[in-house]
Nanobody, 122 residues
Framework: QLQIVESGGGLVQPGGSLRLSCAASGFTLDYYVVGWFRQAPGKEREGVSCISGSGGVTNYADSVKGRFTISRDNDKNPVYLQINSLKPEDTAVYYC???????????????WGQGIQVTVSS
């Protein structure tokens, strides 16, 4: 069974950091485009960041530039999203997805994880 699994979420105080991981079972993420998305309560799912299969191209939403860093090591399965200087408005369910292009468009990603909660609160 092919699955994508996110981990590393949780409750963190404003200004804190988390590292989210995206891993696959039943296949490997190596050389696939991987995107991170998030969905806050009552809002649409939005693209946060993506990384090309080689890791040479990365894109970020303006709202997270300078605070979030996406990375991968194709010798190992996970794709990481390091999130620093967290703000309450970063509170959302974060999703990892695999698609053909490094973009922030939800419809371009075919395979999704179940999501993981990130809550930023004091």
């Amino acid at each position: 069974q092919l699955q994508i699994v996110e981990s590393g979420g949780g409750l963190v105080q404003p200004g804190g950091s988390l590292r989210l991981s995206c891993a696959a079972s039943g296949f490997t993420l190596d050389y696939y485009v991987v995107g991170w998305f998030r969905q806050a309560p009552g809002k649409e799912r939005e693209g946060v960041s993506c990384i090309s299969g080689s890791g040479g191209v990365t894109n970020y939403a303006d709202s997270v530039k300078g605070r979030f860093t996406i990375s991968r090591d194709n010798d190992k399965n996970p794709v990481y999203l390091q999130i620093n200087s967290l703000k309450p408005e970063d509170t959302a369910v974060y999703y990892c997805a695999v698609g053909p292009y490094c973009s922030g468009y939800v419809d371009e990603y075919a395979y999704w994880g179940q999501g993981i909660q990130v809550t930023v609160s004091s």
